[in-house]
């Protein structure tokens, strides 16, 4: 049931470049709302890793990149690297319901 | 440094209530704009944000459980506390307490490693 909607998987080499779509609405992202993707390990709680769209907290590496436009948004890693292989979620908030979204959750797969 | 736990029980039994606390230390929940998030997770699945407390005692909750979820907070104590009525085997999961912080709806910084309930008789 969630709002918010992330390809079930994508994969790439070591030192490529892979995108995470974040697939919303006109009551979530574009509305206006901001965009948060977190990083989960299994076993493990979420981290943040982008806030405000395209923000990095301090610590998290600048191949970590946000964006947004219109009603999605997007997750870039570049240079990928072992260490990034993971769950990867999106988050907003949805004025119709009131409440913060997650995505339905993107598991990078590094070959 | 600002961190979260989560305590409660590992198993409950369904219909019964589950009560969870979440303790954190390094920021209060009486400084403006401050708030803690309930959020859970069943086995292999994603995120589902359940209720959040504001500096202010504003009260959120997801829409399609607020019938069965209290949210409260004890300052003094630095804690918050959530309640789950009506537990049934679907409520499976790690339920987690985070740290909310920015403008507007904000985001959550600072999570709990998260305490795992399981729903069975």
């Known amino acids: 049931q969630s709002v918010l909607t992330q390809p079930p998987s994508v994969s790439g080499a070591p030192g490529q470049r892979v995108t995470i779509s974040c697939a919303g609405s006109?009551?979530?992202?574009?509305?206006?709302?901001?965009v948060l993707w977190y990083q989960q390990f299994p076993g493990s709680a979420p981290r943040l890793l982008i806030y405000?769209?395209?923000n990095r907290p301090s610590g998290v590496p600048d191949r970590f990149s946000g964006s947004k436009s219109g009603t999605s948004a997007s997750l870039a890693i570049t240079g990928l690297q072992a260490e990034d292989e993971a769950d990867y979620y999106c988050?907003?908030?949805?004025?119709?319901?009131?409440?913060?979204?997650f995505g339905t959750g993107t598991k990078v797969t590094v070959l | 440094q600002i961190t979260v736990k989560e305590s409660g029980p590992a198993l409950v039994k369904p219909t019964q209530t589950l009560t969870l606390t979440c303790s954190f230390s390094?920021?209060?929940?009486?400084?403006?704009?401050?708030?803690v998030g309930w959020i859970r997770q069943p086995p292999g699945k994603a995120l589902e944000w359940l209720a959040l407390?504001?500096?202010?005692?504003?009260?959120r909750y997801s829409p399609s459980l607020k019938t069965r979820l209290t949210i409260t907070k004890d300052t003094s104590k630095n804690q918050v506390v959530l309640t789950m009525t009506h537990m049934d085997p679907v409520d499976t999961g790690t339920y987690y307490c985070?740290?909310?912080?920015?403008w507007g709806p904000g985001y959550f910084d600072y999570w709990g490693q998260g305490t795992l309930v399981t729903v069975s008789s």
């Open positions: 988050q907003s908030y949805d004025n119709s319901l009131s409440a913060y979204v």
């Open positions: 985070a740290h909310r912080d920015g």
């Open positions: 390094g920021f209060s929940l009486s400084t403006d704009t401050v708030g």
């Open positions: 405000d769209n395209n």
């Open positions: 407390i504001y500096w202010n005692d504003d009260k």
């Open positions: 006109s009551s979530n992202i574009g509305i206006g709302y901001d």
